[in-house]
Structures are given as C-alpha cells and as structure tokens.
C-alpha cells in the first residue's frame, strides 16, 4: 500500500501551478505573481486572483516591482473562480479570509502580509521584498531554482 501524497504535492517531472489570492488582486497577490514568474524562468505556472477585484493594480505596487526589473503595468485583477483553485496545486492565500475556496489534495498556505492598499511607494518596498523572499522559499519547496536570485 502506497502512502498518499501530501497536498499540493507535484508528480515529478510535472510544473507545479501556483495560485496566489488577495481580496482586490491588486497588490500583494500581483506582487507575489510577478516574482514567482520572473524567479521561477517559466517552470511554475502562475496564477492570482481576488475576492473581490479593484478596477486596476495598485500603482505604488506596479512601481515598487519596476524598481527590481519586473513590469505589473499590463495586468488586471481577475475575480477569483473554483475553477483557479482547482488547478492549482498550491494556494497562497493573503488576506482573502473565507472567500478562498477550499478542495481536499490542494496545498494552502496563508502569507500574513501588511495590505500595500492606499500606501505609497516607501510603504511598498518592505512589502515587495517580504514577499520575494516568500517565493524563493516556495520555489524551494516546489524544487524549481530560481532563474535569477
């Protein structure tokens, strides 16, 4: 009899799909996402969504990842669907509390982070670089190096 795989778990050769979840999708979640693309050269496939999305990204966010080479500007916040979490072998979940769905073989983790909304640039920078340092241990745990640390 063989053990069961531990949630989120990836078949060996697979490429894992992230999920990362804020209410607005707006900051944190979009952050997390540009990181894990840029880090990750492409092995991760990448997703973020909101409970309930802003109209558009927050602009100290888009300009806090400018900084470190990472262009948010032609992305949207996308609403949050069963069907993101389904397909998804890890769901980071930042402040959407009860709003993520749930689904049983699905890795959850919840990145307790300061929310970036109505803050300025300054403000951001700390966030942005706590949650680069979130996804290079994600990528560890996933066993993808990252492509630039």
């Not at 952050?31 to 997703?47: C, I, K, N, P």
């Amino acid at each position: 009899m063989s053990a069961a795989a531990a949630p989120g778990a990836v078949e060996a050769g697979a490429r894992p799909s992230v999920l990362f979840v804020c209410v607005h999708n707006a900051g944190r979640s979009q952050m997390a996402a540009g990181f894990l693309t840029a880090l990750s050269g492409g092995a991760v496939e990448v997703r973020s969504a909101g409970s309930m999305p802003a109209e558009q990204i927050n602009p100290a966010a888009v300009e806090a990842m400018a900084e470190v080479g990472i262009d948010l500007r032609s992305e949207r916040p996308k609403v949050l669907t069963a069907e993101a979490v389904q397909a998804s072998d890890v769901v980071v979940t930042m402040g959407c509390g009860d709003a993520c769905p749930y689904y049983p073989g699905t890795r959850y983790e919840d990145w307790a982070l300061e929310d970036p909304a109505g803050r300025g640039v300054e403000a951001v920078r700390p966030i942005r670089d706590e949650i680069r340092a979130r996804v290079l241990t994600l990528l560890a745990e996933l066993g993808v190096p990252p492509v630039d640390a």
